[in-house]
T-cell receptor, first 113, second 116 residues
Framework: GEDVEQSLFLSVREGDSSVINCTYT??????LYWYKQEPGAGLQLLTY?????DMKQDQRLTVLLNKKDKHLSLRIADTQTGDSAIYFC?????????????FGAGTILRVKS | DTGVSQDPRHKITKRGQNVTFRCDPI?????LYWYRQTLGQGPEFLTY????????KSRLLSDRFSAERPKGSFSTLEIQRTEQGDSAMYLC??????????????FGQGTRLTVV
């Protein structure tokens, strides 16, 4: 089945850029997503990228996709303390009817002031 | 519409009891998903509805679990004879099926189940 891997922890200083990395195994994934989860809360969709794109920018967020290496990254510019959370990479996997998301285990981002 | 809502937010139950969770999706969304998230892990797919039809079930969904979406709107997830291993966050998500293009899934706040 599909496997999605992420590094467990990232610590940055406020104002620096953060880069969270993700690798996946299924090359047929059409859409790839980044979700944010704050303590005790559900998942907030941050951004997504279609598999035929290399890059997508959305305000402070930049998503890079290397399809050949099956590598996805999320760059957060000017990281703020409010960005401290768990970030999940997810890829869409087609089922017989519809599709489901396969998630990585999450990267804990800690922003130090 | 305020998004996907789940009820209750927290549930503590004794082992062996039955529990039922409710999910109200975004109103125009025809797809509804249930995921389970254990501590330190990402969410794992449990089951999926398109309108009232349950179209996919994960192997994680043992026969003690049952989900319904009777009128294609809200959904319930029931766990019978709960076990300590059922302790987790149960997340509901909904999306709008399109013929082409992305179908973003929006998640609720989750129901945290603790089995004691």
């Amino acid at each position: 089945g599909e496997d999605v891997e992420q590094s467990l922890f990232l610590s940055v200083r406020e104002g620096d850029s953060s880069v969270i990395n993700c690798t996946y195994t299924d090359s047929s994934s059409t859409y790839l997503y980044w979700y944010k989860q704050e303590p005790g809360a559900g998942l907030q969709l941050l951004t997504y990228i279609f598999s035929n794109m290399d890059m997508k920018q959305d305000q402070r967020l930049t998503v890079l996709l290397n399809k050949k290496d099956k590598h996805l990254s999320l760059r957060i510019a000017d990281t703020q303390t409010g960005d401290s959370a768990i970030y999940f990479c997810a890829v869409s996997l087609d089922m017989e009817y519809g599709n489901k998301l396969v998630f990585g285990a999450g990267t804990i981002l800690r922003v130090k002031s | 519409d305020t998004g996907v809502s789940q009820d209750p937010r927290h549930k503590i139950t004794k082992r062996g009891q039955n529990v039922t969770f409710r999910c109200d999706p975004i109103s125009e969304h025809n797809r509804l998903y249930w995921y389970r998230q254990t501590l330190g892990q990402g969410p794992e797919f449990l089951t999926y509805f398109q309108n009232e039809a349950q179209l996919e079930k994960s192997r994680l969904l043992s026969d003690r679990f049952s989900a319904e979406r009777p009128k294609g709107s809200f959904s319930t997830l029931e766990i019978q004879r709960t076990e300590q291993g059922d302790s987790a966050m149960y997340l509901c998500a909904s999306s709008l099926a399109r013929l082409t293009g992305n179908t973003e899934a929006f998640f609720g706040q989750g129901t945290r189940l603790t089995v004691v």
